[in-house]
């Protein structure tokens, strides 16, 4: 994916990517199974416990420790390989973190991404950065996380038709890509008339 060019000036300034529909299919991808999975909301004393057993202060991050965290992080992502994981939206799967950690870390799972190769990425020292895997490890054992079988639950006639129909979407947005791009083709062949 292009990511923009960078401008030197007084100031840095970064581009706006060109937007495409095939940039938009792991989007409608994660919207699919997002769309189909249980999503619990937290209550105001869960979400104390929560910061309580991570021994962070809340709105504090558990990766970084910064001071602000305004978003749920699932410890576990709900995609896989482009398919759903099993696990959702509940409180044993959710920690308090900062836009920046829930943007690098993604779909990938705590395992995964909090790793010693990235303290400084994310801003602590490396001995910090096991101390708090040490917690959250600990968090996640004393809370495992829930784990759906959506096959078993929806039942093969159901589960085919649900993957159908998103590949199907998916399929389609290439072809409307090459469309678009037909069409952006034409457009820019004129560019001398657009006055």
């Given at each position: ?27 409608i ?11 619990e ?110 096959k ?44």
């Amino acid at each position: 994916m292009d990511k923009g060019i960078k401008m030197e000036r007084k100031y840095k300034v970064k581009m706006p990517t060109k937007s495409t529909l095939k940039n938009r299919k792991s989007t409608i991808n994660n919207a699919f199974v997002y769309s189909i999975m249980p999503w619990e909301k937290l209550t105001e004393e869960e979400y104390k416990n929560i910061c309580k057993e991570l021994k962070i202060k809340e709105n504090q991050c558990a990766y970084c420790l910064k001071e602000n965290a305004t978003t749920m992080d699932h410890l576990n992502g709900l995609v896989n390989n482009r398919e759903h994981s099993g696990f959702y939206t509940e409180k044993n799967n959710l920690v308090p973190c900062c836009s920046h950690c829930n943007s690098s870390k993604g779909n990938k799972t705590f395992e995964n991404w909090y790793t010693d190769d990235r303290f400084d990425e994310i801003g602590i020292t490396k001995e910090k950065m096991q101390q708090r895997r040490k917690i959250i490890y600990e968090y996640m054992k004393n809370n495992p996380a829930r784990k759906l079988n959506l096959k078993q639950i929806l039942g093969k006639k159901d589960y085919e038709k649900y993957i159908m129909m998103k590949n199907e979407l998916l399929e389609n947005i290439e072809e409307c890509e090459k469309y678009c791009e037909k069409l952006n083709k034409k457009i820019n062949e004129q560019k001398e008339d657009w006055k």
